[in-house]
């Protein structure tokens, strides 16, 4: 039996009973977990993380709209200009509106008035890769709720998508260049629909990362403490950083 999700560097598992589903072959006989399928992608947001997902997505044969505040200006123009590859530039509500999948890959502090921007996302996968990092007496801190993930923020901000956690558990830079962590590097993912979950694996694959389904969106909290720890971790050790590779295993 084929795993959940495929990837180029090895079997990933999947602990999530749901996702068991899309074990079963699909009417063409073949695993839709590996059919690789270009994706239309309204990127919400054109700095660090937009902009390499974007160039990377775009260059891996996906549909790139960049949703900006400002599509018009000089640095969102050259940015559509060096992914090429058919990227557009849009309004935030205009490339969501042209995309199957939307990443908002902006501030935590503008998640509400971004969703609002966004318009009707029903049906939609919204990939959230958005992460809240305090700081006090040079220590990484926690939102006083620790329920509250900014993944279930947009989820309710927006019920009638299909919010997926992935992609903030590691730096852009590691993104861009995954060779610079020296061996594989885990993406776990966190959602409550597994074709969902499954669709943005693929993407994940697509940049040389191991995507790894953790389970419900409820695990989003997780994902974001993760990240609280892998900044924490390179603040309190000046030079020296880690990136995440895991294994789930049954408990
Ligand atoms: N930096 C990383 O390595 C990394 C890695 C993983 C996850 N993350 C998370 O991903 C998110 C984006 O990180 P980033 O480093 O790409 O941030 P960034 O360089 O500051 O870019 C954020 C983008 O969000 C858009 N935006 C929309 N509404 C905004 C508002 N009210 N204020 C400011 N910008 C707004 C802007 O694009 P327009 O001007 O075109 O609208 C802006 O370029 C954050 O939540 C971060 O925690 C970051």
Known sequence: M?????CRKGIIASFLLGAALILAADASGQDPATVSTSETIAMIGTGNVGETLGKLWAAA???IIYGSRTPD???VRALVEETGHGATAATQAEAAARADIVVI????????????????????IVIDPTNFVGFE???????RDPRLSLARQVQDLAPGATVVKALNTLNYTIMEDPSRAGGPVTVPIAGDDPAAKARVARLVDDLGLEPLDVGPLAAAQYLEEMLRLYVGFRTINPGIAFEYYLRIRPN
């Open 137 to 143: 007496d040079g220590f990484t801190t926690s939102p």
């Open 105 to 124: 890959p902006i501030p935590p502090g503008a998640i509400p008035e971004v969703i609002a921007a966004l318009g009707d996302l029903q049906g939609k």
């Open 73 to 75: 200006n000089e640095q």
């Open 61 to 63: 044969g996906h549909t």
């Open 2 to 6: 084929k795993p959940v999700i495929a």
